[in-house]
């Protein structure tokens, strides 16, 4: 444990290395087996780390690296406090899992990275593992930080890695303006996040995450009865920061854009890891979001909608990444949800198990792009399965999970959440309505990712031809993704199975996917199974303060109830995967008739409600129009200002040198001009006649003695 | 008989001063100037030596001594300049001395 501080260095020296060696002098290979072994080890340590955590009582191990800011005095609530900053990692039940989450899905996209990225050009290659390092570097750091500081570092880190990532092929007009637009709505969220720290120190004196949720936890509740206080706006400051990482609304439209980044990239940054930083952060301040339970609901009304309303746009969606990135959003509502209705462990069991179907859905979603030649859209695919018989099982694996169907893993997450939010009792939103929301939308997500199967694997091929004669459809020898990747303009011999780099952590995040759920067994299935909410009973500590020895609440109803829920939302998915076989595999004609038949909704969803171009009217127009307002009274105003002080230079030097030219110059040459003239007057007097001049001096004589004799 | 007083001395002294002043600002030839200006010289002598005598006090007559000194060198210094201009000029006439006018 004492080296837990080296889990987020080893990317961090594999990117250094890739980033200023490897760009120029690597091999392809060479360059991805070093990221790989870096994450590799990262993940060793972590599982270590893991293993020692759970061997102590207290289940919590702070190791504090080096001072970064010596104690400042600044100003806080009680006076002068000392604003001190170290880099310190924190190992807890929390910190760990997500540890284990960021290494373990990190170091099979990394692996599957190597044959996905092997068509790049060499130094491409490099650059790209340099990110892929870097980006675990900062997760981690954020993952492991132990205060909001060091937490910030990763936080802001990740989003760079993020814009780096998506604008990985900037060549690409529309890659570099996605990596833009990601980069500029995450910075409105730090804008948030940053004033939520600010507040804390202020209010706590102290940003370490163990002492501020201590200080909280003797604070009272912000009830609606006590009122909106300090704590609340500090929770609505850090989830507004949450909203931009996270994707929610009113900030989530970064996220489908970020699709124009390489495959594994969505994978790792926009599904399983960095999006769920947000989650993550909001977990770790559990005891301060517990003490405002208004900005609770908001969270928890938040998450409902943005989960119901990626939902609907994911349902007409045709680019098969897009799919997969509004169900991201979709279930990150879910998570907020879940730390909404304060069922924080759920939140933490939900964003693990999507970890694992997620990134399994995103890998096998970029083997198919990479097997029908750069292909995404849905409608040019169709009966994949028998080219590419383990991506279409794995897939089909990661869409049971997700869809809620038991024994798979997303079953016992999602209903977790969806038990724990019809128990809850809101501030002002009535009961039952959130449940509602989010049965409405596990249906949806059924729906949905079992089109995207249906469309992709099943039915008639409808993508392009290829040349016959060279190989055999179908030809989906592991060998053959090796031999593809010799040359980048290689013929294409129509859709294959990716390579065993790529179908390797295909396999492995399928079996996680399957098996991940049953850390989480909810406990009415005491009776069989008696390791039930493992899960919530380990990460419990991390969402309570140390001095406050909470006790866990049971949330109990009866046997039946919870039955009674659990075989609703398991209806409810098998109904969304039945009306999708329906109309994507029975009858392929149905869904054009239905599309027709609601043309209307259908318009408004295959437009993404129009957010885009809302935000685009308002806030980008906005932006534009006042930053050409401002340009224009640059240009007129100030510019004016400062070549209006020039003229008026310019027209005062030329009076000065006109001054100078005829009044001072003149009055100089009057002078000399009088003296001149003088002079011809004068001069007479210099006869040069020596008698004159003793004449004169005697006369002088004379008058001086004259008046020294009568005047005295 | 009548008893010579200083005031004698001091007439006797101004009119040669007057006559050597006179002397000096109407006569052209130079050597004549110079002339005059010993006998200027010699009125403030006869005027040192009676008042010295009158106040019994011989720095009056040292004086003299040095004044005839002075004189002397003049003289010679004087002459040397107008045998020099006239080696020039052919004339010791003060009208045509004035090469130094503008």
Known sequence: MESIWLIPLLPGIGAAINGLVGIRFFGKRLAGVLASFMMGWALWLSFWAFVELLGTEERFHQVTVASWIPPIPLDTVDGVGSFTVDWSFTLDPLSAMMALIVTGIGFLIHIYSIGYIEHEPRGGVARFFCYLNLFCFFMLTLVLGSNFLVMFVGWEGVG?????????????????????????????????FVLGVFLVFFTFGTLDFRAVAEAASQMPVETAAVGFGVISAICLLLFIGATGKSAQIPLYVWLPDAMEGPTPVSALIHAATMVTAGVYMVCRNAVLFTHAPMVMEIVAVIGVLTALVAATIGLVQTDIKRVLAYSTVSQLGYMFLATGVGAFGAAAFHLMTHAFFKALLFLGSGAVIHGMNEEQDMRRMGGLRQYMPITALTMAIGA????????????????????????????????????GLGVVTAMLTAFYMFRLINMTFFGAYRGPAWGHGAEEPGHDDAGHGDDHGAGHGHAWHGPHEASRWMTIPLVVLAVGAFFAGFVGVPIAFEAVWPWTATIEHFLHPSFVAQGAHAVEEAHHMSLLGEFGLMGLSVLVALGGIWFAYRNYVERPEAAERLAESLAGPHRVLTNKYYVDELYDATVVRGTMGSAGGLWTVDQRVVDGAVNGTGWTTIAASWVSHILDKYVVDGLVNLTAWICGEASYVFRRAQTGLIQNYAFVTLLGVFAFVTWFLVAR | MLEITPLHYSLLSAALFMIGVIGVLVRRNVIIIFMSIELILNAVNINLIALSDQLQDLAGQVFVVFVIAVAAAEAAVGLGIIIAFYRNKETVNIDEIQIMRW
Do not use: M
Not at chain 1, 176 to 192: E, P, Q
């Open chain 1, 400 to 435: 049971v999970a997700i869809a809620g169907i038991p024994p798979l893993s997303g079953f016992f997450s999602k209903d977790e959440i969806l038990f724990r939010t019809f128990l809850h009792h809101g501030v002002f939103v009535p009961d039952r309505v959130l449940w």
């Open chain 1, 160 to 192: 760079l890695c993020s814009y780096l990532l998506i604008g990985y092929w900037y060549h690409k007009q529309s890659a570099s303006d996605a990596g833009k637009k990601a980069f500029i709505v995450n910075r409105i969220g730090d804008w948030g």
